[in-house]
């Protein structure tokens, strides 16, 4: 067994099932080894694309998603989609396949230092050895697992990639232990409770990864507590449920802000600021904040307890405290929805985001995956779209990179190949990854891309808009006549709420990948985005 294969060998006992990425000569030797192993090796069209991939299958099922790429441009494209593992919490193994040994620190064609490179961007960076192969793939798995997840890289040298390995498969780490804060956390929610008139609950990223949804739940409802989310904290509770009230940052953020102001009291369970500051919204409430980590904030917040630690534990017993009367009253959060979902929905005549997305929700099932990309799409559809299941909301939050929806949403299929999983992307961002088509043809995966054609990059658009700048630099060109297909994929043009649910039918039956090419008003963003 070569290092290579005892690097396949290690992958499969940790339950990696895909390794994503872009062949080179010094890629072959671990290709061919995945080759013999029940590993499969899913070629995509750029390295980006298969950082993006590894993120959402770590996000998905909690086993290390796993990236490849060769040396120099091929480590630079990665590090894109390495990035969004870094910031959003996934665990991930990215691989940079390298010059070999001898050569490693000469100026030589297309090397550069990949540690430098991805020390910014990962939890670790290990240097792969004849002596520590092993040894660093299991320590990899279990740093990229620990709380909070994220990408561990390794660099391998083309030589020891090919040399006879010198140590045996073994058994994993097992990632350390959080510690308690159960105890702390109810004292300290106890005695705010207490003193609070209007409450208000807040969750997002770190409650993705949590197993206590159920307990969350049965302490808003003893409680009576209303709940706002993040992006990413979509689905950990029930927005179907009356005492949900919004998405914090995103679009009408005007309208959940005033709702916010209400309160006298924030009590943050599983929120992680990488996705929005404390300090961009939060004022003079006082926080109570209980996650996996400590918040990193400024001395200008009032928080008056700041708990790192096993969240689940945590929110457990939160969830065994005796009811404590508040001020909110059930009319109080009707009121909420009502006016946002009005508000999220201008009424101009024109085809918009908006009418997309009803038709979506309408048509696909409840445990259907939605994977959509950054843009001004990505403040509608976190407002607006209405899950009550983890994880069938896909987008990141804390990279924010274009490019991440369509490989998103294959890696989601991949994982999930028994359920409904649609891509929805902005016209910039499909002209970043329309390429992505190609695996999705050859993989067979039936999954329907919509694209939003407006012929802008409507979130940069608005944005000019907003400080009163010409717009420059954000017009796409006039949308053109959809194509009887992108690289063999079929695709459909929809000018309409009636035609998009006739191409989605249409696109959900192929049993393949397709692309539905919504045109819509870019000038329904500028009254959501931002207001």
């Not at 396949?8 to 000569?25: H, I, K, N």
Request: aromatic share 6%; charged share 20%.
């Amino acid at each position: 067994m070569n290092n290579a294969e005892l690097i396949v060998r290690l992958l499969e006992q940790a339950g990696v099932r895909w390794v994503f990425g872009v062949p080179s000569g010094p890629v072959l030797p671990l290709i061919e080894a995945l080759r013999k192993s029940d590993v499969d090796y899913v070629l995509t069209a750029s390295e980006t694309s298969a950082g993006f991939m590894a993120a959402t299958v770590g996000q998905l099922t909690g086993v290390p998603g796993v990236c490849v790429s060769t040396v120099g441009p091929g480590a630079t494209n990665l590090a894109t989609g390495v990035g969004a593992a870094w910031l959003d919490g996934a665990p991930t193994i990215a691989i940079t396949c390298n010059v070999p040994t001898p050569w490693l620190e000469r100026r030589i064609q297309m090397r550069i230092d990949h540690h430098a490179l991805f020390r910014p961007l990962t939890k670790a960076t290990i240097p792969l050895r004849n002596d520590n192969v092993g040894e660093a793939i299991r320590a990899a798995i279990a740093i990229a697992l620990e709380e909070v997840p994220g990408p561990v890289h390794l660099d391998l040298p083309e030589d020891v990639a090919s040399a006879v390995a010198a140590e045996d498969v073994v058994e994993t780490h097992v990632p350390r232990s959080l510690d308690a804060v159960a105890d702390q956390a109810v004292e300290v929610v106890k005695r705010a409770l207490r003193e609070a008139h209007r409450p208000i609950v807040l969750t997002g990223l770190a409650m993705a990864r949590s197993h206590a949804s159920d307990a969350l739940r049965a302490f808003i409802e003893r409680q009576n507590l209303p709940l706002i989310s993040t992006l990413h904290g979509k689905g950990m509770f029930p927005e179907s449920h009356p005492n949900w009230c919004g998405v914090l940052g995103r679009a009408r953020r005007s309208d959940v802000q005033a709702f916010v102001d209400q309160a006298d009291l924030v009590i943050a369970i599983g929120y992680d600021p990488i996705e929005i500051n404390y300090e961009e919204w939060i004022g003079r409430l006082p926080v109570v904040h209980i996650s996996t980590e400590p918040a990193d904030v400024a001395d200008t917040v009032d928080i008056r307890a700041n708990l790192g630690g096993a969240m689940d534990g945590a929110i457990q017993a939160l969830a065994s405290l005796p009811a404590i009367d508040n001020e909110w009253s059930e009319a109080d959060f009707a009121g909420q929805r009502e006016r946002l979902d009005a508000a999220l929905r201008p009424d101009d005549g024109t085809f918009g985001a908006h009418h997309v997305l009803d038709v979506l929700r309408d048509r696909l099932p409840e445990d259907a995956i939605l994977a959509y990309d950054v843009g001004a799409h990505t403040h509608q559809i976190a407002t607006q779209w209405r899950t009550d299941r983890p994880g069938t909301c896909l987008a990141t939050n804390g990279w924010s990179s274009m490019g991440f929806g369509m490989p998103a949403a294959y890696a989601a299929k991949l994982v999930h190949p028994d359920r409904t999983v649609v891509g929805l992307v902005g016209d910039g961002c499909f002209q970043m990854t329309v390429g992505e088509l190609a695996m999705a043809r050859r993989l067979d995966l039936a999954v329907p891309i919509v694209v939003l054609n407006d012929g802008w990059l409507g979130l940069m658009k608005v944005k000019q808009e907003r400080k009163h700048y010409p717009l420059s630099a954000v017009y796409l060109g006039d949308p053109v006549p959809s194509p009887p297909h992108y690289f063999g994929v079929p695709c459909r043009p929809a000018n309409n709420a009636a035609e998009l649910a006739a191409a989605l039918d249409w696109a959900l039956a192929l049993g393949g990948p397709s692309v539905i090419e919504a045109f819509i008003d870019v000038e329904s963003y500028s009254s959501t985005v931002f207001d």
